[in-house]
T-cell receptor, first 113, second 110 residues
Framework: NAGVTQTPKFQVLKTGQSMTLQCAQDMNHNSMYWYRQDPGMGLRLIYY???????DKGEVPNGYNVSRLNKREFSLRLESAAPSQTSVYFC????????????FGPGTRLTVL | QKEVEQNSGPLSVPEGAIASLNCTYS??????FFWYRQYSGKSPELIMS????GDKEDGRFTAQLNKASQYVSLLIRDSQPSDSATYLCAVNKGYSTLTFGKGTMLLVSP
């Protein structure tokens, strides 16, 4: 089992460009999450999907959109990238939202120039 | 008041010593508690979960939970240089997502 996979590993964008970060899990988990991690800020939740067909905003959703494509896949889209979105992005999954351990993907390091 | 607080460190311990990492949380109704280890440039890795008061041991790791005092701690016995990492505390209440602390950096010197 690969666990949680993310693509790409690294990306450089120019301000205003768009891109989609891909995430997939093979653990048959219901819930999936997108976080960003910045120095001194810790992990901050962008969006999550409690189950297939549902998505909800987290702490820092502005500038992002998500799609729960199916049970396995959860994508994060930046429609018009800004330098403030330079960060490391992690996808995670868990069996359910409530009280369950989350497992993280390897991350995407994004730089917006 | 921050929801989950950790001392940012670094916490420096010599090899073979016990490292004690602490975390306090503000929501008294919190029910699930997790410790993650994150090496520099890597993703968080779950090392312990604890749900009830008391101690939970797994190898060299012991998680301690005291709901009355609203703190959870992680003890690492016989610390090794390979334990050098940032340790994240995460807390969950009811039907809500995890709230992470900002982490404590641990440095274990040979």
């Amino acid at each position: 089992n690969a666990g949680v996979t993310q693509t790409p590993k690294f990306q450089v964008l120019k301000t205003g460009q768009s891109m989609t970060l891909q995430c997939a899990q093979d653990m048959n988990h219901n819930s999936m999450y997108w976080y960003r991690q910045d120095p001194g800020m810790g992990l901050r939740l962008i969006y999550y999907s409690a189950s297939e067909g549902t998505t909800d905003k987290g702490e820092v959703p502005n500038g992002y959109n998500v799609s729960r494509l199916n049970k396995r896949e959860f994508s994060l889209r930046l429609e018009s990238a800004a330098p403030s979105q330079t960060s490391v992005y992690f996808c995670a999954s868990s069996e359910e939202v409530t009280g369950n351990e989350q497992f993280f993907g390897p991350g995407t390091r994004l730089t917006v120039l | 008041q921050k929801e989950v607080e950790q001392n940012s460190g670094p916490l420096s311990v010599p090899e073979g010593a016990i490292a004690s990492l602490n975390c306090t949380y503000s929501d008294r109704g919190s029910q699930s508690f997790f410790w993650y280890r994150q090496y520099s440039g890597k993703s968080p890795e779950l090392i312990m979960s604890i749900y009830s008061n008391g101690d939970k041991e797994d190898g060299r790791f012991t998680a301690q939970l005291n709901k009355a005092s609203q703190y959870v701690s992680l003890l690492i016995r016989d610390s090794q240089p390979s334990d050098s990492a940032t340790y994240l505390c995460a807390v969950n209440k009811g039907y809500s997502t995890l709230t992470f602390g900002k982490g404590t950096m641990l440095l274990v010197s040979p």
